[in-house]
């Protein structure tokens, strides 16, 4: 089930939500309870087989986060040690079993035979959640969930099972046995949702019709590539970031507060800038346990570039189990040790710099999305090639523009700047915040009908990061 679905629009999140608001607040287990079968019910629309796999890696990492925090009050530090190593060897061997191993058995010379195993869905994202919390059980920097359900509602809450953002435990603890629904949050959730369905399906949805068909091309013109390369950095920013916009905005109906993923990326000005934009709850993620505990940058020069690469290699790899994925990730990793050399850092504060670190930081990004988006490393140096050849030949490209796809792309440029807020920030400094969510909140009536009307005269076209 995805949330730009008529089944999802119209029959889950109704029927959920009005559940939910028929149980009093006082009665939390309850409503924990209704939001953890809902979540499973959710998983198991698409996933009927693999949700097994999900209930398992739950249960394990509860026990093993019980038998470790044990452990610590005991101040046993060999064996909770030991535990905890176990526990994340666990979770990468279930993860690598379903998304490496066919891809490494296809590379060997001679056949292996495999079950045929489809990829379960977010196994990544729900992976790394549960590693978080069994990790920051180990290091002292939350307590054991000794409540079963709890922690299977932290892990399978329907809004960011699927595709993030990947939320640490530490910032929903207090959130699972205390939360409240309100009138001002419902609001601002239900803005955040169709704003974001808006991006998906007005949007992205949109660039994606240009990029498939520059992507498919067996020789597309110059105009064709660059035209495919940009909007599919269009469709990727907009399809992902309207998921995480959806994501927070489901989650505060529920009266849940998750925190930003994205914030305007393409506006960086360098690609370290990017990161800190970027899937945010990802980069947090590799920062603090896996760049921080390697020694981070208070190591040697050489050991500080080695940990970024590897955390780039890891970033890549864990996008998915080709090799386009990790040169991607390689080449972001190269531009920061790059950005680290040429003492970046001082050049973006001199305003003369800003306009040429954009465009640079732009471009890399947009090629960098090429390779990510091709099927083959060899597929993705001749699409690049093909950019810049200049054919001077722009007629393969002409059909694919008609005047609502302008509009939206035009849109898609527009909203990829801060503007949004900058108006809103005047709106508030000015006391007028109430004005500001009115007229948000009247757009979104006709968003929200251009969305259905969209829906349903659309092919199926799910996020891309579903795949991940």
């Not at 959710?42 to 087989?49: D, M, Q, R, T």
């Not at 978080?132 to 809004?159: A, E, H």
């Not at 504060?349 to 090429?370: M, N, S």
């Amino acid at each position: 089930m995805v949330f730009s679905s008529t089944v999802f629009l119209f029959l889950f999140l109704p029927a959920v939500w009005l559940l939910y608001l028929l149980i009093p607040g006082r009665y939390i287990i309850a409503r924990n309870v209704l939001l953890g079968v809902a979540s499973l019910l959710f998983y198991a629309y698409g996933e009927p087989i693999y949700i097994a796999i999900m209930l398992l890696s739950v249960l394990f990492n509860y026990c093993a986060a019980r038998s470790i925090g044990t452990a610590r009050e005991h101040h046993d530090e060999k064996r909770r040690h030991a535990l905890t190593v176990f526990s994340v060897i666990i979770n990468l061997v279930i993860l690598g079993f379903f998304k490496y191993v066919p891809w490494l058995c296809s590379l060997l010379p001679f056949d292996v035979p495999l079950p045929g195993l489809s990829l379960p869905v977010g196994i990544s994202f729900y992976t790394f959640q549960v590693l978080s919390y069994v990790l920051d059980v180990s290091r002292g920097q939350c307590r054991v969930q000794k409540n079963y359900f709890n922690l299977l509602l932290y892990i399978s809450f329907f809004p960011q099972l699927i595709a993030g953002p990947i939320v640490a435990y530490d910032d929903i603890e207090a959130q699972l046995s205390h939360r409240t629904v309100t009138l001002d949050k419902t609001a601002d959730g239900i803005r955040r949702f169709v704003l974001g369905l808006s991006k998906k399906l007005l949007i992205s949805n949109t660039a994606a019709l240009i990029a498939d068909a520059a992507f498919a091309a067996s020789a597309p013109s110059s105009a064709l590539a660059w035209a495919g390369a940009l909007c599919y950095s269009i469709q990727i920013y907009f399809d992902f970031s309207g998921y995480s916009d959806m994501a927070i905005g489901l989650a505060s109906m529920f009266g849940f507060s998750i925190l930003e993923n994205f914030n305007y990326p393409y506006s960086a000005v360098t690609i370290r800038d990017f990161w800190k934009r970027w899937h945010i709850s990802l980069t947090n993620w590799f920062r603090t346990y896996v760049y921080i505990p390697l020694g981070g940058n208070r190591v040697s020069g050489t050991r500080t570039i080695f940990n970024r690469i590897f955390v780039f290699f890891l970033t890549g790899i864990w996008h998915g189990a080709n090799f386009t994925y990790i040169l991607w990730g390689l080449w972001h990793g190269g531009l920061m040790m790059l950005e680290r050399v040429c003492r970046f850092e001082q050049l973006e504060k001199k305003r003369a710099w800003q306009i040429p670190l954009r465009i640079y930081t732009l471009l890399a990004v947009v090629l960098g999305f090429v390779m990510f988006r091709a099927p083959s490393i060899g597929e993705g140096f001749s699409f690049i090639g093909r950019m810049f050849s200049f054919d001077g030949n722009a007629s393969d490209v002409l059909h694919y523009f008609s005047p609502y796809t302008i509009v939206m792309l035009g849109f898609g440029v527009l909203f990829s700047a801060p503007i949004l807020p900058a108006i809103r920030t005047k709106f508030c400094s000015c006391g007028r915040e109430s004005l500001w969510n009115g007229i948000v909140s009247v757009l979104c009536v006709p968003l929200f009908l251009l969305c259905v009307m969209t829906l349903a005269s659309s092919a199926f076209n799910p996020f891309i990061y579903y795949i991940f």
